[in-house]
């Protein structure tokens, strides 16, 4: 089992910057890939960026890349989204997903997270 817990949304004007965080429970979070998530409302939930059980393998939605930085610190058992350049596109609630242990390298796929946080509020104003 593992909880996730994310925290850093907030309101901020576009071209402005956030650092969201997503603290696990857990002995199992250091072999397990992570991603985060974002969802505007009335839109479906999409892929935002992931990263493998070590940090040697990220991997980006398009609309994101050169933007947005996921990376982790297993001894701290968290992982961290850095944005900056925020567009008032990007305004949705953030979700911090787990793959089970052992169960592969990054996805961009919901079906292949085991566990989800409870989401934060990112908003970009124009």
């Known amino acids: 089992q593992v909880d996730l817990v994310e925290s850093g949304g907030g309101l901020v004007q576009a071209g402005g910057s956030l650092r969201l965080s997503c603290a696990a429970s857990?002995?199992?979070?250091?072999?397990?890939?992570m991603g985060w998530f974002r969802q505007a409302p009335g839109k479906e939930r999409e892929f935002v960026a992931a990263?493998?059980?070590?940090?040697?393998?990220?991997s980006y939605t398009d609309s994101v890349k050169g933007r947005f930085t996921i990376s982790r610190d297993n001894a701290k058992n968290t992982v961290y989204l850095q944005m900056v350049s925020l567009k008032p596109e990007d305004t949705a609630v953030y979700y911090c997903?787990?793959?089970?242990?052992?169960?592969?390298?990054?996805?961009?796929?919901?079906?292949?997270?085991?566990?989800w946080g409870q989401g934060t509020q990112v908003t970009v104003s124009s």
């Open positions: 997903a787990a793959r089970g242990p052992f169960s592969g390298g990054t996805s961009s796929h919901t079906f292949q997270y085991a566990y």
């Open positions: 857990g002995r199992t979070f250091g072999s397990a890939a």
């Open positions: 990263i493998s059980w070590n940090g040697g393998s990220t």
